[in-house]
């Protein structure tokens, strides 16, 4: 399992006023949402529909993609070919590494937080955290 969520010391880290969290930039690029320059995109959404995603973004860039190159990139951006060839690149043969960036990785699945030790008080910690951090937003998280 991999730790980085499965214990009271992740939520201590993450929660920590010290601790620079991710909110407050994806608030201010979701100010800029609108701007001609600018593409946001959800992991839920590549989940649910990658194909469209990634035709999305090449309209965004003004790129026209043929059915066969966006069949490629699906596969070539499948969670467990994307893990494989990024520990590759950046471990470098180092075995050690590579495990830790192939655990890095986790499973690539919505609401897969669910199968790490974020039960009971955990889970009321992570809620209120989040509640706190898109509180005056409408930044909407998708659990699933």
């Known amino acids: 399992m991999n730790n980085l969520i499965s214990n009271n010391l992740s939520i201590k880290y993450f929660t920590h006023p010290k601790v620079q969290s991710l909110f407050p930039f994806v ?15 959800w992991f839920e959404d590549m989940k649910r529909d990658l194909a469209g995603v990634i035709r999305d973004v090449a309209t965004f860039l003004d790129r026209k993609l043929s059915d066969e190159n966006v069949d490629k990139l699906v596969e070539h951006l499948h969670i467990d070919n994307f893990r494989k060839i990024t520990t590759e690149m950046l471990a470098g043969g180092d075995a050690g590494f590579q495990k830790q960036m192939t655990d890095f990785f986790r499973k690539g699945e919505i609401g897969d937080w669910k199968n790490h030790d974020v039960d009971g008080e955990n889970n009321v910690k992570w809620n209120e955290w989040i509640d706190r951090s898109v509180e005056g937003t409408d930044i909407e998280i998708k659990f699933e």
Do not use: E, F
Request: net charge positive; glycine share 0%.
């Open 27 to 41: 608030q201010a690029a979701l100010k800029h949402r609108n701007h001609p320059n600018l593409k946001v995109i």
